[in-house]
């Protein structure tokens, strides 16, 4: 179970840098509950890429990643090559839940040093490649994908068997390939975006071979479809969504997404590209300037409590931080009580995750007392059901808060004058005019 918990973004607690609640939240229960509509209404319309609210209920993808995965046994290793939304989410929940035994690597940057290092690891006759490209043309997974494609076909007859392909039904070089090279292939559904793309085979698929509760993810993530359609009172992500909206007006620029557990460690990752990609606009849907969005900062307990928080609580007022906290572990080790260390005697017979706790609770409350907004969400336990709940409420407060924003949440025009101007630097065809004006410009 999915729960918020908000005492330290209240005015009684926090004074002025707080808001009133429930009361705000009758405040804005016409824009949110416009919010909703909206988004429900677009949700038929594939262009408005909404599609990842209905795919958890996709049981018969699921079938087929899993049959896949049953079907390759013999993988040892599994190679993801993908970026940002095709490889974080995956990522996060293999940390968080995965076991083994086949060991699963991302390939997400195009250093080359790590990418030989991996190269040098593995057994080409061990190893299957995913490769995971919505659009089938991004350049860092291209680029790894010539180099294992080769470095497979070197080292095996069948090479083909040991490559996964995860793409657009229809758009991009990937698919046309795969089936020229009669690869398997998996599909991204159109009106699925990468950073909403975790509980499609681009997640699944992966997750599959680090023996994930893959059912379990998607009956989270279904419950939190649940808590989206319901009364304000009951409706977590538009609660959660309209807490950003109100700190972000009174100037909280920076958002602080901080869970409670090493396990949890790339969540954040795949937090700060959705928040961050999704809600950091120039336009609105209108096309006027709006500049919105506010900066996503990682941060994990309580290793960062030795780093950051420092800065959370004395620096500038201009965060709000969202603490992530597991109420139950799933294993727990007792701290011994040991002769002539009697000084930390209060640890003695205590557990592990008492202390975690204590730190997390005492955290939030040391930064109330700054008058540091920040609020709690909790996870009954660290589990697939919980943990798909949690990735999709994020993914809901994301959608909400680009309609309460009024911008486009699901596109990222930003991004790309950078890759053409990579394209023009690497001397792509037809990029020679944009690699002139680079030249001009002192870039080469
Ligand atoms: O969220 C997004 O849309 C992006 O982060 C993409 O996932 C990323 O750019 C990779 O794109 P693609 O899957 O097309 O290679």
């Given at each position: 179970m999915l729960r918020l918990n908000l005492t330290n973004i209240l005015s009684e607690r926090i004074g002025e840098q707080g808001v009133d609640w429930p009361g705000a939240l009758a405040a804005h229960t016409q824009s949110l509950e416009a919010a909703r509509a909206a988004l429900w209404q677009r949700k038929s319309d594939p262009a408005e890429f909404l599609g990842w609210i209905d795919v958890p209920e996709d049981t018969e993808t699921l079938r087929q990643v899993l049959r896949y995965r049953q079907a390759n046994a013999w993988v040892q290793d599994l190679v993801v090559l993908g970026i940002g939304g095709s490889a974080l989410g995956a990522q996060a929940v293999s940390a968080a839940l995965g076991k083994g035994p086949v060991r699963l690597h991302f390939v997400d940057n195009v250093e080359p040093e790590p990418i030989l290092a991996l190269l040098r690891t593995l057994d080409p006759h061990k190893t299957l490649v995913n490769v995971i490209s919505k659009s089938g043309s991004t350049a860092e997974t291209m680029a790894a994908f010539l180099v294992f494609r080769q470095w497979l076909e070197l080292g095996l007859t069948d090479w083909k068997k040991h490559v996964v392909v995860t793409t657009d039904p229809a758009k991009g070089i990937l698919r046309p390939y795969a089936q020229a090279e009669g690869l398997t292939a998996f599909e991204v559904p159109p009106s699925v975006g990468g950073r909403f793309s975790v509980t499609c085979p681009v997640g699944t698929l992966p997750l599959a071979f680090a023996e994930v509760d893959l059912e379990g993810l998607l009956a989270g993530a279904r419950k939190s479809n649940e808590q989206a359609r319901a009364a304000l009172e009951h409706n977590l992500p538009a609660q959660t969504a309209l807490i950003h909206h109100l700190f972000s007006r009174k100037g909280k620029n920076i958002v602080v997404f901080m869970p409670y557990s090493t396990r949890l460690r790339y969540l954040p990752d795949w937090f700060v590209q959705l928040h961050d990609e999704s809600l950091g606009?120039?336009?609105?849907r209108t096309g006027q300037e709006v500049r919105t969005g506010t900066t996503a900062v990682r941060a994990i307990g309580t290793t960062d409590q030795h780093a950051q928080v420092q800065l959370f609580r004395e620096g500038p007022h201009d965060k709000l931080i969202n603490i992530v906290r597991l109420l139950n572990p799933s294993e727990n080790l007792e701290i011994p009580a040991v002769k002539g260390l009697e000084a930390l005697d209060y640890l003695f017979g205590k557990s592990f995750f008492e202390l975690l706790d204590a730190e997390a609770k005492a955290t939030a409350h040391a930064l109330a007392k700054a008058k540091q907004p920040n609020y709690t969400l909790t996870l009954e336990k660290l589990d697939a059901y919980n943990l798909g709940w949690l990735l999709q409420h994020l993914m809901w407060q994301t959608a909400f808060l680009g309609e309460l924003w009024n911008i486009n949440a699901f596109d990222q025009p930003g991004v790309e004058l950078g890759k053409e101007y990579t394209y023009a630097l690497m001397g792509r065809k037809g990029y020679e005019p944009l690699a002139q004006e680079l030249r001009a410009e002192g870039v080469e």
């Open positions: 606009k120039m336009r609105d």
